[in-house]
């Protein structure tokens, strides 16, 4: 898999260099637009917004949704765009907010079980946790949908990644062993477009080296900055899953976050063993203040995240375009 992804990579940057540049593509006011969209209201209706903006009267498109768990309310969306081959690339964001307070950890002790009624009075707007990976997602998948292309690409928006991961968890089990064969690479968008950073944020320290070998390469063909971090340890995201799946990393995952609520049987734990896949995971060099950590145990939370502060004032429209064009690069690229 890697020799192959390596292979296709130096053949594809190097024919990158002499491609056009990318015209007529910029249109800030859809990210403007549906990050307003995406910030009013709960968690249920964010999901019902990303359905309302999916295009199912294009043959090459199909959605699905699953739910979560047996007894939660909460469901993924999964957006399949067919391609000449079955081999399978993943585009990943969760569309999950969440308000750090001493409810909100209760709640998640209990899986976030409460969550339904919660986000509805959650300070947060979630622009940027994680409406921008939300839009991204989409912009892509507007720009693929109409497009021949080698490889059928997953659009994935997780629910419930606040509460331990259980969005990506739960999608992950379900696969086969013969569909997880079909998986290819994934790419996790989460929490960039921050304002006062400019150009790419990836974390090498989780990613796939030779995928970031890839978006390297595009960045320096298109003149955009490439900033590599190295993501704190113990700090997770839905990548975090495509590095491989077992009843044991699943529980554990669950116990860590959610304690009590790790003892009440899930739909990912009955997962058959699944190796590793190449995974890039785009996400701001976050520092984290005293605040973030005592947000959880306080009334109301005041964190740059997870709190009143995530709002249309974190993030920067203009940065979220830049995302735009290196991820059309990258994916002309690979195909």
Request: net charge neutral.
């Amino acid at each position: 898999m890697r020799l192959f992804l390596l292979i296709t990579a130096l053949s594809s940057v190097s024919l990158l260099f002499a491609q056009n540049q990318i015209s007529d593509i910029k249109d800030t006011c859809f990210y403007s637009t549906q990050l307003h969209n995406l910030s009013k209201g709960g968690n249920q209706k964010r999901y019902n917004q990303i359905k309302s903006l999916i295009d199912t009267s294009n043959n090459n498109i199909s959605i699905t949704t699953e739910s979560v768990d047996w007894l939660g309310l909460y469901k993924n969306v999964i957006v399949e765009k067919k391609g000449a081959s079955d081999s399978i690339i993943y585009i990943v964001s969760h569309y999950d907010k969440i308000s750090n307070n001493i409810l909100t950890t209760i709640n998640t002790i209990f899986n976030g079980g409460a969550d339904i009624l919660l986000s509805n009075i959650y300070l947060s707007d979630g622009y940027y946790d994680n409406g921008t990976g939300v839009v991204l997602n989409l912009s892509i998948l507007n720009y693929l949908k109409d497009k021949p292309t080698k490889y059928t690409y997953r659009f994935l928006f997780t629910a419930q990644e606040e509460y331990g991961l259980r969005g990506i968890r739960r999608h992950i089990s379900g696969l086969t062993k013969e569909e997880w064969k079909k998986v290819f690479f994934a790419i996790n968008i989460d929490m960039v477009g921050s304002k006062g950073n400019n150009g790419i944020s990836i974390t090498e320290n989780v990613s796939d080296s030779i995928l970031v070998y890839i978006a390297d390469s595009i960045c320096n063909a298109n003149r955009i900055i490439s900033n590599k971090y190295s993501l704190p340890t113990g700090a997770l995201a839905d990548f975090y899953f495509f590095k491989g799946q077992s009843f044991i990393k699943d529980f554990s995952i669950s116990f860590m976050v959610n304690i009590l609520g790790a003892f009440i049987p899930q739909k990912s734990y009955f997962t058959l063993k699944k190796d590793e896949k190449p995974v890039i995971n785009l996400t701001d060099n976050i520092k984290f203040s005293a605040s973030e950590y005592i947000s959880p145990i306080s009334p109301i939370g005041f964190g740059k995240i997870h709190s009143f502060r995530d709002n249309q004032n974190s993030i920067d429209i203009s940065n979220l375009y830049t995302y735009q064009i290196f991820l059309i690069q990258f994916f002309n690229a690979i195909e």
